[in-house]
């Protein structure tokens, strides 16, 4: 497990961009896959973008072509550019880091973040 903290969360009109950034206490070199997810009021977590530790990466329908995740291992850092943002994409994102499958988060990831506020407006 490592420490995870997310920064970047804000107040935007749609159409507007925001860039998500999570800081790892410790190296994030050998983590085989760090993620985010979203959660909003009501819904269940959604996965929106992992990246493995040979810099595969996935994305949701939702966000494919809007959002772009990286890491930089040498800084320990994961970030999420988000463009084009519609006011569904408000929610509290969640950056995440494990050994497993981020399809099933309960099992796969064992280190998360605080979360940080997105909200979109109309």
């Known amino acids: 497990q490592v420490p995870l903290v997310e920064s970047g969360g804000g107040l935007v009109q749609a159409g507007g961009s925001l860039r998500l950034s999570c800081v790892a206490s410790?190296?994030?070199?050998?983590?085989?896959?760090m993620a985010w997810y979203r959660q909003a009021p009501g819904e269940e977590r959604e996965l929106v973008a992992a990246?493995?530790?040979?810099?595969?990466?996935y994305y949701a329908d939702s966000v494919q072509g809007r959002f772009t995740i990286w890491k930089d291992n040498a800084q320990n850092t994961l970030d999420l550019q988000m463009n084009s943002l519609k006011p569904e994409d408000t929610a509290m994102y969640y950056c995440a880091a494990g050994p497993g499958d981020p399809h099933y988060p309960d099992s796969g990831m064992d280190s998360w973040g605080k979360g940080t506020l997105v909200t979109v407006s109309s």
């Open positions: 410790g190296s994030i070199f050998s983590i085989n896959v």
């Open positions: 990246i493995s530790s040979g810099h595969s990466t």
